[in-house]
């Protein structure tokens, strides 16, 4: 049972424009969101993260958005640049995961956002 | 660079070998996770470590064990191999137990190839 869901397995948005990327869980116990950016052949790059008392936080061309009663999250990239072009991964803490530990992630499956020039 | 480092980048072996995947932490950092990232699983939780001691186990193989050293790198061990074990490894550090606020760093990863 996928924890934590996106469902969106890639998306294309043009230079400048706002690219959203979606993100759903189920656990209501995670309390602790994450946004990692991974290029090919690399390591998951932390990105910005949201803690379940805020709806909101944002850094620089980042926002990201919780809404804790739809458990949805959303990364918010305006404007978008060609250098965005990855695979986002959503991932969630909290809660009692595995052997008592809040701390290890549950990792979505990812979404592959292209900008095009 | 996320200051966590990984050795090696790439690993080639056989069926039935045994290896070993290091990792050493950011500076100040006490928990190291393991991760496995295979085709058609997403990134995988394995095990973590806080300070030396074992924390929390995912969907770890009973084949796989890891441990953490007193100077805080820590290596994971696949024994055993089989073909289905190809896949990326990352390797992750946090200062703190992990929970709120307690952001992972990840290593570049080594990729494992099974023949």
Redesign the interface.
Known sequence: DQQVKQNSPSLSVQEGRISILNCDYTNSMFDYFLWYKKYPAEGPTFLISISSIKDKNEDGRFTVFLNKSAKHLSLHIVPSQPGDSAVYFCAASGGLNYGGSQGNLIFGKGTKLSVKP | D?G?T?TPKHLITATGQRVTLRCSPRSGDL?V?W?QQSLDQ????LI?Y?NGEE????NILERFSAQQFPDLHSELNLSSLELGDSALY?C?S?V??????????????T?LTVL
């Open positions: 996320s966590v990984q928990s996770y991760y997403g990134l995988q939780f973590q806080y924390r929390a186990k995912g990352f992750a946090s703190w137990d992990g929970g709120l606020g307690d952001t992972q760093y990840f290593g570049p990863g990729r």
